[in-house]
């Protein structure tokens, strides 16, 4: 990759977000934002913390069945302070953190680079079937509620040719792909290939139960973790299942956007609940708090394992 384009790759993401800071807080006054902050239940806020720690924990130990199959049996607390640490740098660059996770555990535990990142690799492919699963719940549970907000924007004669014409395109792009030899076909074609290995390979795994019994858990954790902090604001007490799924699923999206989803996270959190008529003010309150708390929480755990890593696996190594 030249380097300009390395450059790029890191500095956009970093501008978009300051940019999205930048426009968040012209939307909200600062001192209003403090006051939402002041105000908020922190009992929700700190159980919201809490499920976020289950989730991450709870991936650091998913990650041990990826490593048996290989021959290895890393520590458990070497895989939890890696997983941090990757959340951490990926505030720095963003997905530089998967492979600072696997040069950590090439370090300390010894397993080969490219077969730590394969694991890896195989842990997204999970999460992002995950992902899925929750996006197709929220179609099925709102599909009339998607289907009227649409209608009421758009002519409905409109929307049945517009989805045809999608189809369309779509079977269009698939078939091209399918026959096509160029990069970026070959590029899709090995992604969407690397999907379904990695799904398949999860069903050949030893402990393949306990693996996906820790997907559902981590993914659970997390849709709690955003559902639960909407009670620390009174004027979100009343929110619907489906303003938590789309907000959680837009937010997610957010954090690949920018630099662990600075500024772009309340903003996705806005455009969701506001589909439900959500005020702007808490809506984007919301997002601060979430993801600031959040943020918070990587920063402590993740610099902590970056400091404890080296000191805990010497005190392994003299023992």
């Known amino acids: 990759m030249s380097k300009p384009k ?19 807080l012209s939307q909200i006054s600062v001192t209003t934002l403090i006051e939402y902050f002041k105000d908020a239940n922190y009992t929700w806020i700190v159980l919201g913390v809490t499920l976020g720690i289950l989730s991450h924990t709870s991936r650091a ?10 021959g290895y049996k890393p520590k458990f607390t070497n895989s939890f302070m890696a997983v941090y ?40 492919v999970a999460d992002t079937i995950m992902l899925l699963i929750i996006i197709a719940i929220a179609l099925f549970l709102e599909f009339e509620f998607i289907y009227n907000y649409f209608a009421d924007k758009f002519n409905p004669t409109s929307l049945v040719l517009g989805g045809l014409a999608l189809i369309i395109i779509g ?5 091209f792909i ?12 090995t992604f969407f290939t690397g999907l379904i290995e990695g799904a398949l390979s999860i069903f050949k795994m030893k402990r393949k139960w306990a693996f996906i019994f820790h997907t559902i858990f981590i993914w659970v954790m997390y849709v709690l973790m955003f559902y639960v902090t909407t009670f620390a604001l009174p004027e979100l007490h009343n929110i619907s299942i489906a303003a938590v799924l789309i907000g959680f699923i837009l937010a997610s999206f957010s954090i690949a956007a920018t630099n662990g989803g600075i500024g772009s996270f309340p903003e996705a959190v806005v455009i969701a609940f506001s589909l439900f008529s959500l005020a702007e003010d808490p809506s984007r309150a919301f997002g601060w708090i979430m993801w600031s708390t959040q943020t918070l929480i990587i920063i402590v755990l993740g610099g902590l394992s970056l400091i404890y890593l080296p000191i805990y696996n010497r005190k392994k190594t003299i023992v």
């Open 6 to 24: 390395s450059i790029l790759k890191v500095a956009l993401p970093l501008l978009l977000g300051v940019a999205l800071v930048w426009y968040s």
């Open 61 to 70: 130990y998913r990650w041990l069945f990826m490593a048996e199959p290989l």
């Open 85 to 124: 640490s990757a959340y951490l740098i990926n505030f720095t660059i963003p997905r530089a953190g998967e492979i600072a996770r696997a040069s950590i555990l090439t370090n300390y535990e010894k397993i080969p680079f490219d077969k730590g990142i394969g694991t890896i690799v195989a842990e997204r």
């Open 171 to 175: 079977l269009s792009v698939f078939f």
């Open 178 to 189: 399918k026959k096509s030899n160029s990069k970026f076909a070959i590029k899709v074609k």
